[in-house]
């Protein structure tokens, strides 16, 4: 099978839910840890940053959480983009788990690719073969720009978000996962260089 690219930013509500779609997308991920999603301020940022640019996908389960969770990110949510991809209602089991969930019916990580890929289709999600990105952003990159692990870093870090519009509260981890949807190593590069000049 192959990898398919997505454009706009997936919102799951596990980190199996977002295993599973990392095995057939090429996007960025974001998981909500469920509920966790309701007082997690930097996630929500990150989520609204994201609908304000790329637009964003809600994939929750079909059960009663996860509308909930799916209602809730919508209401925080008040500028951009948002589209609605529904996993469909079949009954089980995941195999990690002992027994089925409250309502009987699977998550997103027990549903079968070919559906999850059928689901994004019916919600009008365009895709195109991906080749991975051969040269990602990593954590060491910003040590070694100066982005991390100096006195000055936090600073510096600040003035990058702000140039390019980005939430002040992000963590190392969110910042490399979305600097790699927004520009190439080189131009990371360039950027922190043309502004350390200044």
């Known amino acids: 099978m192959y990898m398919i690219k997505i454009k706009e930013a997936i919102v799951v509500e596990g980190k199996y839910d977002k295993i599973k779609l990392s095995s057939i997308l090429d996007a960025v991920i974001i998981v909500t840890d ?3 999603i309701y007082k997690d301020k930097e996630k929500l940022s990150l989520i609204r940053h994201y609908a304000e640019t790329t637009g964003i996908i809600l994939l929750t389960d079909s059960d009663r959480a996860g509308f909930r969770i799916r209602s809730f990110i919508k209401g925080a949510v008040k500028n951009g983009k948002i589209y609605n ?3 469909p209602d079949i009954y089980g089991k995941e195999a990690r788990k002992e027994k089925p969930s409250a309502e009987g ?3 997103v990580e027990g549903i079968s690719p070919e559906l999850l ?4 289709e019916k919600a009008g999600i365009r895709a195109s073969d991906a080749s991975p990105n ?6 060491n990159d910003l040590f070694m720009l100066g982005l991390s692990g100096c006195r000055c870093s ?5 003035r990058l978000q ?6 002040e509260l992000l963590s190392a981890n969110s910042l490399v996962e979305i600097l790699n949807t927004m520009m190439t190593k080189s131009e990371l590069i360039k950027l922190t260089d ?3 000049e200044n």
Request: net charge positive; hydrophobic share 40%.
């Open 194 to 196: 043309a502004m350390q």
């Open 117 to 120: 890929l059928a689901a994004f």
């Open 134 to 139: 051969s040269d990602p952003i990593t954590k």
């Open 162 to 167: 702000r140039r390019l519009g980005l939430p």
């Open 105 to 107: 019916k699977l998550g």
């Open 154 to 158: 936090s600073e510096l870090r600040r």
């Open 34 to 36: 469920g509920f966790q």
């Open 85 to 87: 991809v529904y996993s």
